[in-house]
Every structure is written in C-alpha cells, then in structure tokens.
Antibody, heavy 119, light 113 residues
Framework: QITLKEPGPTLVKPTETLTLTCTFSGVSLSSSGVGVGWIRQPPGKALEWLALIYGDDVKRYRPSLRSRLTITKDTSKNQVVLTMINMDPVDTATYYC???????????WGPGSLVTVSS | QSVLTQPPSVSGAPGQRVTISCTGSSSNIGAGYNVHWYQHLPGTAPKLLIYDNNNRPSGVPDRFSGSKSGTSASLAISGLQAEDEADYYCQSYDTSLSGRFYVFGTGTTVAVL
C-alpha cells in the first residue's frame, strides 16, 4: 500500500518561496516507471496538476507555472520536494502529493496541505 | 486553465442514473490518451474512481462506469445514493506545443435530491 504525507498548514507571505516536502512509503522512486508529483486545489476551484518527477529523474511541469516550479527527489529518504518561487495570494490552495501509475493517472493521494499566501 | 470541460452540476433522485460528460480536444482525449475519474468529498483527498476509461479500482462499486469516444468521455452513476454527493473530476494527458502535461476537468458537483 502506498501512502503519501504532506506537511501541516503553511502560511507564506507574497513574493516568498514555498517549499513542500512529501514523504512517502510503499514505493521506491528509483525506477523510470514510478512517478510522484503535486496537484493543488484553490478554494472553490478545480484540481490543477503542478509537477511530477519520475524515478529516472525526468521532470514534468505545468507549462504556465514552469518558470516558478522546481521538483526534486531524495530516493534514500523517500521524499519529493516542490519549490515554488514568488508566491502570490492566488496560489492559496490545498496542495496534494500524489503517486502516478500506469497510463498517466494518480492512484494514491496524500491528505493534502493547506497553503495560505497572505501578508 | 483546465482544458477538459465538464458541466458544473448534475442532480438526480435516489436510485436514478446520472451521467457526467468530459469534453477534450485532439491534443488530449482525441489523441488517444485514456481518461480517468476521481471522486472528491469535502475535506478529504480525491479518490481514483475510474482508470483507463472504464476500469474500476478494487472497492469501487459497479454502479460507477466510464466510457470514452472521440474527444469526449463520460462517467455514469447508476442507482444514485446519498453518499454519491461529491465533486467529480475527469483527467487525461495532453501533448501540445506547450509540452506534455496532465490535465483535469473543470469539475462537476453531483447532488442527490
């Protein structure tokens, strides 16, 4: 069974950098077919995929946010880190860590982490 | 912005059948990429409901079914129950000039009358 966990609620100020660490178990991010990534949901809005990293270190980013996002992995710690620079209040959302399987879908989700951007 | 379009809401009485459409384009669903569906209850993490167009993960009731045709897909819920009240999202993969990325639908709220 795959489990993923994001940090607790986070408050960041506008223009600051957000760093989120996902810790997972039940899967090893060391093979090319395995992927772990991030999806967010602003209040009252739809799900929005952000980034994904594969076991072979290939990375995919949401095109509209590519310049602000960086995703990395630490295979030895079973962790994936998402960094988003220049945060804005519109980035306020619940951020989910997810496991990608098979034909491009997400079969396991973390409980979510509320990120609030406010001065 | 989302590139998969869903109706904002659908509703039905208990026991009825409702369907949710998901309309994409030639760069995602029409390109042959599979469609997946998620159920999202308030305060919880989304849950995979249908994968690869019409497959149910273990534990998902067979009241839920999916289909895909051309640039669109549908989720059907038969024998609607109160516990089915939730938001539903379709998801696929897109390859365009912008790159390769995962796309979600706009989301549909199901209400049980």
């Amino acid at each position: 069974q795959i489990t993923l966990k994001e940090p607790g609620p986070t408050l960041v100020k506008p223009t600051e950098t957000l760093t989120l660490t996902c810790t997972f178990s039940g899967v090893s991010l060391s093979s090319s077919g395995v992927g772990v990534g991030w999806i967010r949901q602003p209040p009252g809005k739809a799900l929005e995929w952000l980034a994904l990293i594969y076991g072979d270190d290939v990375k995919r980013y949401r095109p509209s946010l590519r310049s602000r996002l960086t995703i990395t992995k630490d295979t030895s710690k079973n962790q994936v880190v998402l960094t988003m620079i220049n945060m804005d209040p519109v980035d306020t959302a619940t951020y989910y860590c997810v496991h990608r399987r098979g034909n491009y879908y997400f079969d396991s989700w973390g409980p979510g982490s509320l990120v609030t951007v406010s001065s | 912005q989302s590139v998969l379009t869903q109706p904002p809401s659908v509703s039905g009485a208990p026991g009825q059948r409702v369907t949710i459409s998901c309309t994409g384009s030639s760069s995602n669903i029409g390109a042959g990429y599979n469609v997946h569906w998620y159920q999202h209850l308030p305060g919880t993490a989304p849950k995979l409901l249908i994968y690869d167009n019409n497959n149910r993960p273990s534990g998902v009731p067979d009241r839920f079914s999916g289909s895909k045709s051309g640039t669109s897909a549908s989720l059907a819920i038969s024998g609607l129950q109160a516990e089915d009240e939730a938001d539903y999202y379709c998801q696929s993969y897109d390859t365009s000039l912008s790159g390769r990325f995962y796309v979600f639908g706009t989301g549909t709220t199901v209400a049980v009358l």
